[in-house]
């Protein structure tokens, strides 16, 4: 039912930004928790951010805590990822992800609907 679509991942020096978007087509609801995971060469997808939706509290791995900052546009229907001072560990498919849980969860399985992913490449 719901459907997600990140953009804005593209080629960056490190030290660069980038801000991710993603917008769901359905309908996001205040219970409902929005997240970033991602998924670097060779390694298993990994939790980054995620954020409650009717507070807006969020919560980050700690390689972007202080790099990198989620939020969320009601009106737009879109969870967003701000990220700054990139590394080339940062490198990876970025996905946006729901989750119906009532607790924050940190792994995969817990999001029931998906993105595409977006590519992210820092490199000088």
């Known amino acids: 039912q719901v459907q997600l679509a990140e953009s804005g991942g593209e080629l960056v020096q490190p030290g660069g930004s980038l801000r991710l978007s993603c917008v769901a087509s359905?309908?996001?609801?205040?219970?409902?928790?929005m997240g970033w995971f991602r998924q670097g060469p060779g390694k298993e997808r990994e939790f980054v951010a995620a954020?409650?939706?009717?507070?807006?509290?969020?919560w980050y791995t700690d390689s972007v805590k202080g790099r990198f900052r989620i939020s969320r546009d009601a009106a737009e229907n879109a969870v967003y990822l701000q990220m700054n001072n990139l590394e080339l560990e940062d490198t990876a498919v970025y996905y946006c992800?729901?989750?119906?849980?009532?607790?924050?969860?940190?792994?995969?399985?817990?999001?029931?609907?998906w993105g595409q992913g977006t590519q992210v490449t820092v490199s000088s």
């Open positions: 954020i409650n939706w009717r507070l807006g509290k969020t």
């Open positions: 359905g309908t996001i609801y205040s219970s409902d928790i």
């Open positions: 992800a729901l989750s119906k849980s009532v607790y924050i969860d940190y792994r995969p399985e817990a999001y029931a609907f």
